[in-house]
Structures are given as structure tokens and as C-alpha cells.
């Protein structure tokens, strides 16, 4: 996996940048963690308690964790304002796998996502990035355009549809 995310954030005089990111113990977010660290960035991660850091073992050494209660919007204005980051990178969500789809709980990610974007916006990050999915667009053949109707049909699409569209 090549990501290209530490350029996304360019900063003056080469200045290491301030990253919080959530969902890092996760198989999408231990990924940019490693590669943001590569580009010399600050990475502050934010995981659920009891999270099993398995995928960040080999970096631990290297982050500032934030153990917190998700489902806390104080705790995300706490993590936001602790850290000052530069840019958020949002990547945690409950209930990724298959079978949890069109579970309810699905909808708890929204206000997670809201909680951390308004900390974002009362704390003046510059950068907020929130992970989608093909999954807004619904069953589709072919390349998806970010142009292309949006038609979940699942409340994990759902879901994250009404984060982007809250945001």
C-alpha cells in the first residue's frame, strides 16, 4: 500500500506537522500512522479503550496514544485541544466488518464524526479528512466517480453518507 498523505499537508520551513489521527490501531489507519511517521510528521493517535494495538507495535515508541470513550463529545474537544494539531485524519469507525453492515449502532458513527469535526472547526484545525466509502455509492459496476448518485443500501453507507454530508 503507497500512500501519499504527508503531502497533503505542506507546511512552511519544512516544520514537522501535528497529526491526530483516529482509528489507528485499525488496518487503514496503522497504514497512513506508519507513513506519516516515515514523512517526519507528529503523530497523535486517538483509539478506544482496551483497543488492541497489535498493528502499531513496531512504532509505539514513536506516538502520543489517547486512550477514549468514543461516544464522548467532550473527549474529543479534550484530544483536539490537548494535542493543537495541525490536521485530523478521521478513520475509526465502529462495526466495519461485513456482518455488522446494516447494524444500528451504525448510526453512533455520525455523532462521532460531528463531535470530532466541531472540535476541529472550535479549535481552528486547518485540515480535517474523513474516510468514506464505496459503500455511500451503493452497488455500482466499474470505476465510481465522486460525481456518481449516491444510492446506500446499507446503514454502514448510510452512515457514512450523512458524516460527510453533517461535516
Known sequence: MQLK??????????IMAK??????????????VETLLEAEN???CVVSRGSDMWRLEDVLDKLNILEIDYADASQWME???TVKPDAVIHTGWQGVRGADRNE?????????????ADACTL????????LGSQMEYGPKSGP????????????????????LKAS
Open 123 to 130: 479549535h481552528t484545525v486547518d485540515t480535517f479528512i474523513g
Open 104 to 116: 444500528l449502532f451504525q448510526f453512533d458513527n455520525i455523532k462521532v464524526h460531528v463531535a470530532l
Open 144 to 163: 465510481i466517480s465522486e460525481k456518481a448518485e449516491t444510492l446506500p443500501t446499507t446503514n454502514y453507507g448510510l452512515a457514512k453518507l450523512c458524516a
Open 5 to 14: 498523505i504527508a503531502t497533503l499537508l505542506p507546511l512552511e520551513n519544512s
Open 42 to 44: 507528529v503523530v497523535s
Open 19 to 32: 497529526i491526530l489521527i483516529t482509528g489507528a490501531s485499525g488496518f487503514l489507519g496503522s497504514h497512513i
Open 79 to 81: 484530544a483536539v485541544a
